[in-house]
């Protein structure tokens, strides 16, 4: 760890701001695509997310359930990939010093609060991963075999609510994150939101 550095480097914040970016489609993911209809129409095109911005060709025809689940495992697994560089980086460069007028509680308080988010974002993906694995369907990432799947519908039972439960307390995380990255930029107007933005 080192205290003289002011500022996360670009790389370490380049990184924060692309795993929040994926965090949140993947849960806007994940809760779309757990309403398709299980047995849906297979097509060879399909209008991205219904929106009527760009229709998408496929060689075989794949029902947008599988689509939208296969898109979840890919964006999942990359951030996976990611977040052991995010982690490895975190360990190298430390972070910066927090500003002299933090109380000691408040900075022990962040300090877990962060172990606490790192240990959710590679648990709640980790989890989904094993759902994955224990369903019929495997993990393909952008199309290129990863894993196979077992079909044991009791594991991916007990995966499939743990991946739910651990999101849920992830989101709680997060939303208590930037209501605290808020707090400093408004209310105690010091220099710890800035410590996390290009300029
Ligand atoms: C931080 C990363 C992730 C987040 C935030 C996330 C979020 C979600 C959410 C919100 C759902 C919908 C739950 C529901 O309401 O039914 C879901 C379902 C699912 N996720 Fe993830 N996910 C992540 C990573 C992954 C990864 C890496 C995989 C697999 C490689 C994965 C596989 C699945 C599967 C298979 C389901 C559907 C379970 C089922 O209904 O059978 N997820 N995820």
Same mark, same amino acid.
């Given at each position: 760890m080192s205290e003289a550095i002011q500022k996360y480097s670009k790389s370490a914040i380049i990184l924060h701001w692309l795993t929040a970016l994926i965090i949140l489609a993947l849960f806007g993911l994940g809760w779309y695509m757990a309403e398709l209809p299980q047995k849906g129409p297979k097509s060879t095109s399909l209008d991205l997310f219904d929106l009527g911005i760009y229709t998408m060709q496929f060689v075989e025809a794949i029902s947008s359930r599988t689509f939208y689940f296969n898109l979840h495992k890919s964006l999942g697994v990359t951030l996976l990939l990611i977040l052991v560089?995010?982690?490895?980086?975190?360990?190298?460069?430390?972070?910066?010093?927090?500003?002299?007028?933090?109380?000691?509680?408040?900075?022990? &308080?962040? /300090?877990?609060?962060?172990?606490?988010?790192?240990? +959710?974002? *590679? @648990?709640?993906? %980790?989890?989904? #991963? =094993?759902?994955?694995?224990?369903?019929?369907?495997?993990?393909?990432?952008?199309?290129?075999?990863?894993?196979?799947?077992?079909?044991?519908?009791?594991?991916?039972?007990? &995966?499939? /609510?743990?991946?739910?439960?651990?999101?849920?307390? +992830?989101? *709680? @995380?997060?939303? %208590?994150?930037? #209501? =605290?990255?808020?707090?400093?930029?408004?209310?105690?107007?010091?220099?710890?939101?800035d410590r996390m933005l290009l300029k």
């Open positions: 560089v995010r982690v490895y980086i975190r360990i190298r460069q430390g972070y910066p010093a927090f500003p002299a007028s933090m109380r000691d509680w408040e900075i022990k &308080f962040s /300090e877990l609060m962060h172990k606490l988010l790192y240990v +959710l974002m *590679v @648990a709640v993906p %980790l989890l989904g #991963a =094993a759902t994955a694995v224990y369903s019929k369907y495997g993990i393909k990432w952008f199309g290129l075999p990863l894993v196979a799947g077992l079909d044991d519908a009791g594991l991916r039972e007990i &995966f499939k /609510e743990s991946h739910e439960i651990v999101g849920w307390i +992830l989101l *709680v @995380a997060i939303a %208590l994150h930037v #209501a =605290a990255a808020i707090k400093h930029k408004v209310v105690d107007k010091d220099e710890v939101m």
